[in-house]
Nanobody
Framework: QVRLVESGGGLVQAGGSLRLSCEAS????????MGWYRQAPGKQRELVAL???????NYGDSVKDRFTISRANAENTAYLQMNSLKPEDTAVYYC???????????????WGQGTQVTVSS
């Protein structure tokens, strides 16, 4: 009933930039936190950035000062602007959202299908 769709991944050279988008659709009353996570081959999924509905933000240590998360609440969309990309940023990037489908819901976590980001050296 709720779907998250990521877009914007691809292949980029080191030092380049990409902008990821995540659009939530379906039966949505409101969205609390939205976040981006990534998983590289052989590694655990890790937090990249998280933004609350009110705009408070947390970043993973490895992306601070290079990545910027933002959201458009009216469009149920989150963005991740990635600058100064490094080969170690190569991973599948997943969107995550805490979605309330009704006024009285506490919220459920939904994940997107992921988008590949590859940074060549």
């Amino acid at each position: 009933q709720v779907r998250l769709v990521e877009s914007g991944g691809g292949l980029v050279q080191a030092g380049g930039s990409l902008r990821l988008s995540c659009e939530a659709s379906g039966s949505i009353y409101s969205i609390n936190d939205m976040g981006w996570y990534r998983q590289a081959p052989g590694k655990q999924r890790e937090l990249v950035a998280l933004i609350t509905r009110g705009g408070s933000i947390n970043y993973g240590d490895s992306v601070k000062d290079r990545f910027t998360i933002s959201r458009a609440n009216a469009e149920n969309t989150a963005y991740l602007q990635m600058n100064s990309l490094k080969p170690e940023d190569t991973a599948v990037y997943y969107c995550n959202a805490m979605v309330r489908q009704r006024l009285w819901d506490t919220g459920d976590v939904y994940w997107g299908q992921g988008t590949q980001v590859t940074v060549s050296s």
